[in-house]
T-cell receptor
Framework: QKEVEQNSGPLSVPEGAIASLNCTYS??????FFWYRQYSGKSPELIMF????GDKEDGRFTAQLNKASQYVSLLIRDSQPSDSATYLC????????????FGKGTMLLVSP | SQTIHQWPATLVQPVGSPLSLECTVE??????LYWYRQAAGRGLQLLFY??????ISSEVPQNLSASRPQDRQFILSSKKLLLSDSGFYLC???????????????FGEGSRLTVL
């Protein structure tokens, strides 16, 4: 059974701070990792994906991957109240077709 | 550009009634299509996925079924709803790619189902 674990939160940070969201996965065969943002009552939207060990930066977002430790994280710099949402970690195993296993998500609250 | 639509957005159904949720994708051909369910306190659960017309893979045994009558149309159905079927149903599509970068999902607006 492939599992993706996230702390449900809420993670509360003040505006302007760095938010750090973490995710661990059980399947060592996992190859691609995705972070989705989901506002309350809305559908998820992709923020970033990563498949190589190390860091990947995109604006205020940095995804970090450590395959040896089987964890992936998302850092949000200069957090804004508009970043308040649930962040879903998703993992794709090295199979031919694109099926993702999602974690339950971490709720992030950014206070002004 | 590609768009995905699903409907209805909200529905309230009695236990034992049938269900039909529909999803269509525009602006692409031969997409991979998915139905996910998000229940309260639970993560996104993959219900069905399809890589082509008439090709349906089921991930979770349940009283739901899916069909893909056309390349860009995906339908989720049930003959008799259970209380446990309540949740937020999401249709999604992805390009029909394989490999490391494959897996980017584009979600529809979602259908919120309440079974009473």
């Amino acid at each position: 059974q492939k599992e993706v674990e996230q702390n449900s939160g809420p993670l509360s940070v003040p505006e302007g701070a760095i938010a750090s969201l973490n995710c661990t996965y059980s399947d060592r065969g996992s190859q691609s990792f995705f972070w989705y943002r989901q506002y309350s009552g809305k559908s998820p939207e992709l923020i970033m994906f990563i498949y190589s060990n190390g860091d990947k930066e995109d604006g205020r977002f940095t995804a970090q991957l450590n395959k040896a430790s089987q964890y992936v994280s998302l850092l949000i710099r200069d957090s804004q109240p508009s970043d308040s949402a649930t962040y879903l970690c998703a993992v794709k195993t090295n199979s031919g077709y694109s099926t993702l296993t999602f974690g339950k998500g971490t709720m992030l609250l950014v206070s002004p | 550009s590609q768009t995905i639509h699903q409907w209805p957005a909200t529905l309230v159904q009695p236990v034992g009634s049938p269900l039909s949720l529909e999803c269509t994708v525009e602006g692409t051909s031969n997409p991979n299509l998915y139905w996910y369910r998000q229940a309260a306190g639970r993560g996104l659960q993959l219900l069905f996925y399809s890589v082509g017309i008439g090709q349906i893979s089921s991930e979770v045994p349940q009283n739901l079924s899916a069909s893909r009558p056309q390349d860009r149309q995906f339908i989720l159905s049930s003959k008799k709803l259970l209380l446990s079927d309540s949740g937020f149903y999401l249709c999604a599509w992805s390009p029909s790619l394989k490999g490391l970068k494959a897996g980017e999902l584009f979600f529809g607006e979602g259908s919120r189902l309440t079974v009473l």
